[in-house]
């Protein structure tokens, strides 16, 4: 795999670009391309899991009643629409469960990266898999890459504004797939640039459909980016970037340029993002676990505990604890993935987070709500992102403390494949559609073995599509 420095001061946008439209399936290291397939599978069962959650069918319903050329299908629904539609309808679905990975600086990844890219594959006679794990591949060193630079979590987000990064990764893979020139892809990125703004984090304040939507909205722009940059429209380019002028200037806290190509075409970022072991924000996993992992070691029962206090790290603090009234009091189902209390007090009773965890009957269950008032917290600006310290009282008077910081998922204690099956299996009896037992272990079989597919639309979008398997 060649290594891709600036050429003559260039803007690391181009850098970037070129890094993109270079690299094929057969420069990808051998870990990089397994990691992908793992994280497109991984994406794919969130994707099922998500597709009969709220809010879905109202946007899969407006893009259908917009209607338009018909170039790509909507899974689970039926129906072809413009891929640029097909976009903003796929991406809430994946997003919806709150189930896909995670990057520790750059945030969300794979449900910004492959919904465009199912959206896509409208626009072309075939696609194969070894194109959509190259295109997926790149498109997230992208999203990583300049999230690490922009210091998402740890710069925007811990002070309580976003960023937009998360366009450009998407502009990469779709950019990718369908086939850009280095010029086109880098004028896709300054329409791209023009979109993006620091009020991402907005749709956490409070909590709500928003959230998943979002992300329909991103690929969507993305899509039309691409297709606008092919059709000949240029835009800024040579500064996307570096400040003052380009995307890393509007941040007024501390960036980290030299991320943006550092060991480019050598070290891959996108292995480095932690997939999630339940259906809720990142920032709720370590206190959950941190939670069950002591009881488990020390032998005790919910009705056993006194009390439970955390200390949280600023993104978790902010994401998941505040404002108070809203965490230990959820309503709907995104205040319940974002409410630390809530998720601790399900697993410490036993229940199983999945979506039932988010049921009308589970939410309003009172041995819940009157284990959360057990449950404080404070915030410590001194753990690692995501990183809880729980303390927990018994009613005997024993105490137990543990940090938690790498809950399964994590690069440091990954899933295996089968586990990630497993997952996908979890997810089926969720689907807007409902699958065969031959559909899925078909569509499986083909994930695992996605770099010998020859068609990614009959073999993982087709199985999925009502009136098309």
Request: proline share 6%.
């Amino acid at each position: 795999m060649p290594k891709f420095q600036r050429i003559d001061g260039e803007d690391p946008m181009r850098t970037l670009c070129r890094m993109v439209v270079s690299t094929n399936y057969e420069d990808l290291p051998a870990d990089v391309a397994d990691n992908s397939k793992a994280s497109i599978l991984d994406t794919m069962a969130i994707t099922i899991g998500g597709s009969a959650m709220e809010g879905i069918k109202t946007m899969v319903d407006l893009v259908k009643d917009k209607g338009g050329k018909p170039e790509s299908f909507i899974p689970f629904y039926g129906g072809k629409v413009p891929a640029s539609e097909a976009a903003l309808a796929i991406a809430p679905i994946t997003r919806a469960m709150d189930f896909g990975d995670v990057h520790d600086e750059a945030c969300h990844a794979s449900e910004y990266i492959l919904p465009p890219l199912l959206a896509a594959t409208g626009l072309k006679d075939r696609v194969t898999g070894k194109e959509l794990i190259t295109s997926f591949t790149v498109g997230k060193e992208v999203l990583i890459r300049i999230g690490i630079a922009i210091r998402s979590l740890s710069g925007s987000v811990s002070i309580g504004v976003g960023d937009g990064h998360f366009i450009f990764g998407s502009v990469a893979a779709a950019g990718k797939l369908l086939d850009l020139s280095l010029d086109e892809l880098e004028h896709a990125m300054g329409i791209a640039r023009s979109m993006t703004q620091p009020w991402d984090a907005a749709m956490y304040r409070t909590a709500t459909l928003m959230v998943r939507l979002h992300h329909g909205f991103v690929c969507q722009d993305a899509i039309n980016a691409c297709l606008l940059a092919k059709r000949g429209i240029t835009a800024a380019h040579g500064e996307l970037l570096l400040p003052p002028k380009g995307f890393l200037g509007m941040a007024h806290w501390e960036t980290d340029p030299d991320a943006l190509t550092r060991e480019l075409g050598e070290k891959w970022e996108a292995v480095n993002a932690m997939m999630k072991p339940y259906p809720s924000c990142k920032c709720t996993h370590t206190s959950i676990d941190g939670v069950l992992d002591l009881m488990k070691e020390h032998n005790f029962k919910a009705e056993d505990i006194a009390s439970i206090d955390f200390d949280q790290s600023n993104i978790n603090w902010l994401t998941a604890c505040e404002p108070k009234e809203a965490k230990w009091n959820p309503q709907t189902i995104p205040d319940c993935q974002f409410s630390i209390p809530y998720l601790v007090a399900l697993a410490a009773l036993g229940e199983k987070i999945m979506l039932n965890a988010y049921t009308p009957e589970t939410r309003a269950r009172q041995d819940v709500h009157k284990f959360m008032t057990r449950i404080s917290a404070r915030e410590d600006p001194s753990l690692p992102i995501y990183a809880a310290r729980v303390h927990i009282t018994l009613k005997d008077g024993r105490k137990y403390s543990k940090d938690c910081i790498y809950v399964r998922g994590h690069p440091k204690n990954p899933f295996t494949m089968p586990e990630l099956v497993d997952k996908l299996r979890g997810c089926v009896p969720y689907s807007a559609y409902e699958l065969s037992d031959s559909a899925v272990n078909s569509l499986i079989n083909s994930l695992l073995n996605l770099e010998k597919v020859d068609n990614v639309v009959n073999d993982l979008i087709l199985p999925l599509t009502p009136g098309q398997s």
